[in-house]
């Protein structure tokens, strides 16, 4: 299968560095991520998966001494171009966390806290439609429907890590940024939120990185790999682990390093 | 034992004295707060509620402005010296809950590196000023400001007072309140900031909501600060007694009245007696301030 490169890309890079202050943590990365697909990045500790995941929304930029080369596109469009809205790069690419960070609101409040950002003046019932919209979508509407103004911290992790899924699709991103959103999860959590990252990949593109092979390998339809700030190889998931086709690649998937 | 020692094994020899001599030690100071606390609360208590039990006018003292304790016919009238303290306190607050808060967030979510070393170090050196210099800085620098800006007479009032107050209470509040805003988990921001929320937007909606019992607890802090405030009040605030009507007007606080009257009054006197009650009063007002500060701060970890 050769990478699409038609603008129908979710995402593609050219020629991306990125430097924390003096360290090289990204090196001319250029990758096309296709629209309408799970892709997984995996790699070992370090090796810029996560650094090259947050360039996607620019929450990079919160560190000051970072320095970035290149270009990101979106769909067709720049975003490190010098006219782009931030804001709006990051209502179109929504992000998970590692760590599930509900806000210490109530799960309405979280839900309804980017569409507020975007559309201050939306009455009561859109927001309600949007809130039970989103909630249905990450299968936790029925467990709170009744207790949509209590705390969001008191859920479990893996509630909580639903309702930051769920918090993003009030305005209607294209691009979800998953940073291994699983690996504070127990299995049962973790087979849950899989399971949800399947349902929405009908809808959105999305990409998720992970320190996890096994998930990479049933959670994923495409695969990059990426060592030392470069990416090795790119192709679908089940070819990539089957057949890679570097070397680097088969010995990490065989668990020789990493 | 491999090594043959002198003494049986459990003995009591010199390290086991010094275990029990520091432990001692800690202890004590351990609960020293709670016996000071105590202490001072029985002889307060001890000195001022003659006062209540020589048949001296409870009513009286709550609602007459008059306070006249060298009078022939003396009278305890508190009512002018509690506004006194209250318009000055108010007035403080005024001025040091904007200005505290504004500088935390500017130190805690704006200020890097060496600009925000250099800030905190500044503010605790200002927190270090001797509250004499404040209430001279008051009596001479702004005494005169007041004259000449407002055209009053007098510079001397609650104005003044409330000023210098103010600016006394700003560091320590600063201070707390910015801890408040340390201990905002940064993923918080980061999530906000990842929907697409602006710096000020992640402040205003995430990080302050947040920190709001941090910040209360700040305030309430301030507010003890300067119920309690002595000598910078003495000396700004003009020391006569009044019901203010304007931030123009002299005032006298609870405070100050303590600390001018009593070193004149014979021990154990009626006056004497007054004063403590006064005393009194202000412990549990500003005990009561604290209390609340201290559980508004509990709240955190609860909630």
Redesign the interface.
């Known amino acids: 299968m050769v990478d699409a490169t038609d603008s129908s890309d979710a995402i593609r890079t050219r020629d991306l560095n990125l430097w924390y202050g003096t360290f090289q943590a990204l090196h001319d990365v250029t990758l096309d991520i296709q629209t309408g697909v799970v892709t997984s990045m995996i790699g070992p500790s370090g090796c810029g998966k996560s650094t090259l995941l947050r360039c996607f929304?620019r929450?990079n930029e919160?560190l000051?001494y970072v320095r970035t080369t290149g270009s990101v596109e979106i769909l067709g469009h720049d975003i490190l171009a010098p006219e782009v809205e931030?804001?709006?790069?990051?209502?179109r690419v929504?992000?998970v966390?590692q760590?599930p960070?509900?806000?210490?609101?109530s799960i309405r409040d979280n839900v309804l806290?980017?569409h507020s950002?975007?559309a201050p003046d939306a009455s009561k019932q859109a927001q309600d439609e949007l809130l039970e919209g989103a909630l249905r979508k990450v299968l936790l509407w029925d467990a709170v429907k009744d207790r949509l103004d209590s705390?969001a911290t008191r859920l479990s992790l893996e509630e909580q890590q639903k309702l930051?899924i769920a918090?993003?699709l009030p305005?209607k991103p294209s691009v979800l940024l998953m940073d291994e959103p699983c690996s504070a999860l127990d299995p049962d959590g973790t087979r849950a939120v899989e399971e949800l990252i399947w349902e929405l990949a009908e809808e959105y593109s999305i990409l998720i990185v992970t320190h996890n092979m096994a998930q990479a390998r049933r959670a994923s339809d495409r695969c990059v790999f990426m060592l030392m700030g470069k990416v090795i190889e790119h192709g679908p998931t089940s070819e990539m682990f089957v057949t890679p086709r570097d070397e680097r690649t088969a010995a990490y998937i065989e668990g020789r390093y990493g | 034992m491999a090594a043959p020692s002198p003494a049986r094994p459990g003995a009591r020899d010199l390290a086991w004295a010094g275990d029990k001599l520091a432990q001692g030690v800690i202890f004590l100071g351990g609960i020293s707060g709670i016996l000071l606390v105590i202490g001072i609360f029985v002889f307060v208590s001890r000195e001022g509620l003659g006062f209540v039990s020589n048949g001296l006018d409870l009513r009286e003292f709550l609602t007459s402005p008059a306070w006249r304790p060298t009078s022939n016919h003396p009278t305890f009238g508190a009512l002018a010296l509690m506004a006194g303290t209250a318009s000055v306190t108010g007035l403080a607050m005024l001025v040091s809950v904007p200005l505290s808060l504004g500088a935390a967030i500017f130190i805690g979510e704006f200020a890097?590196g060496r600009t925000r070393e250099l800030l905190k170090v500044l503010i605790e050196m200002l927190a270090a000023i001797p509250s004499v210099v404040w209430g001279f800085i008051g009596l001479t620098m702004m005494n005169e400001l007041i004259i000449d800006v407002f055209n009053v007479p007098v510079g001397l009032n609650v104005l003044n007072a409330g000023i210098i107050l103010g600016l006394m209470a700003a560091p320590i509040m600063t201070t707390i309140a910015e801890d408040a805003l340390k201990a905002v988990?940064d993923?918080?921001r980061?999530?906000?900031?990842?929907?697409?929320?602006?710096r000020w937007?992640v402040i205003w909606?995430?990080v302050i909501?947040?920190a709001k019992n941090g910040l209360v607890a700040a305030v309430l802090l301030g507010v003890g600060r300067g119920f309690g405030e002595t000598m910078a009040v003495l000396m700004a605030s003009g020391h006569s007694i009044n019901i203010p009507t304007s931030p123009f007007d002299s005032v006298r606080a609870l405070t100050a009245t303590i600390a001018a009257e009593l070193g004149e009054t014979a021990v154990g006197s009626e006056h004497y007696q007054a004063l403590f009650f006064l005393g009194i009063f202000l412990f549990v007002v500003t005990f009561a301030i604290n209390l609340t500060a201290d559980l508004v701060v509990r709240g955190i970890k609860n909630?």
């Not at chain 2, 980061?190 to 602006?198: K, N, P, R, V």
């Open positions: 929304n929450i919160r000051d931030i804001l709006q790069v990051r209502k929504g992000m966390f760590r960070n509900p806000l210490p609101f806290f980017a950002l975007h705390l930051c918090r993003l305005v | 890097k988990p993923g918080y980061q999530a906000a900031e990842a929907m697409g929320a602006t937007q909606r995430v909501p947040a909630g």
